[in-house]
């Protein structure tokens, strides 16, 4: 085989493998990222079995990663099962934060150590958090964690497993969050730019899901229920 077939091939394969895991995913409609699992085991080819195992992802920016400044609209999904929370605010999805003069917008979301809600949205001024301690009180177990905003109807609401849960906007007004800033996204690991107070996720991560329309609760169900046995 020549060495255009060659590249030709792997290029196909990279194609189709990308295209089957987005056939995969349960909801499709506003489907920007996709990855049904973050960790991915690198091979040590010295010979000393040094393989590495790595748990968090960096993702260039691109035009889909920022549509949400047009739709207005944003939803993220993810299964999660921590094995700690090593610092007050550890990173599950970080593009911007509320650091200045870093990053301040995108979208940002973390755990949170202090156990009077578990997971929190951040645009710049706008914070919102669930009004839940099922995660902090169940580490090493897996669980769904959604959330949906639409700017234009002025709505946010988290989901844990499935359900709506209590959301409470801390600070700022939906006239303050700003999608469209240039950072690459950081898939569990903070973005250099955000607050300093902010860590890396530890534990594993399965069916990352972002979209650039807000989501159904229906469809938030759909997803639970469908992925459940794929994490």
Same mark, same amino acid.
């Given at each position: ?69 047009? =739709? ?94 209590? =959301? ?64």
């Amino acid at each position: 085989m020549n060495h255009l077939l060659k590249k030709s091939v792997l290029i196909l394969g990279l194609y189709l493998g990308a295209a089957t895991a987005f056939a995969g995913a349960p909801v499709k409609n506003g489907l920007v990222l996709y990855f049904p699992t973050v960790a991915a085991r690198v091979r040590d080819v010295s010979g000393s079995k040094n393989n590495g195992n790595p748990n968090a992802l960096v993702v260039s920016n691109s035009t889909s990663l920022v549509s949400m400044a047009q =739709t207005h609209q944003l939803s993220y999904c993810v299964w999660i099962n921590p094995a700690s929370i090593p610092h007050e605010f550890p990173d599950l999805l970080s593009k911007g934060g509320q650091s200045q003069p870093g990053a301040y917008g995108g979208y940002e979301f973390t755990l949170n150590s202090n156990g009077d809600n578990d997971v929190l949205f951040y645009s710049g001024p706008f914070q919102a958090h669930a009004q839940t301690q099922i995660i902090n009180t169940n580490l090493g177990q897996w669980v769904h964690i959604a959330f949906t905003i639409d700017l234009d109807a002025q709505v946010a609401q988290w989901f844990i497993n499935g359900q709506q849960v209590p =959301t409470t906007i801390d600070s700022g007004t939906y006239a303050d969050i700003n999608f469209d800033l240039p950072n690459n996204l950081y898939v569990a690991e903070r973005d250099p730019a955000a607050n300093g107070n902010r860590t890396n996720f530890d534990g594993q991560m399965r069916q990352v899901m972002l979209f650039n329309r807000a989501l159904s609760a229906d469809e938030i169900q759909t997803i639970f229920s469908k992925t459940a046995l794929k994490k």
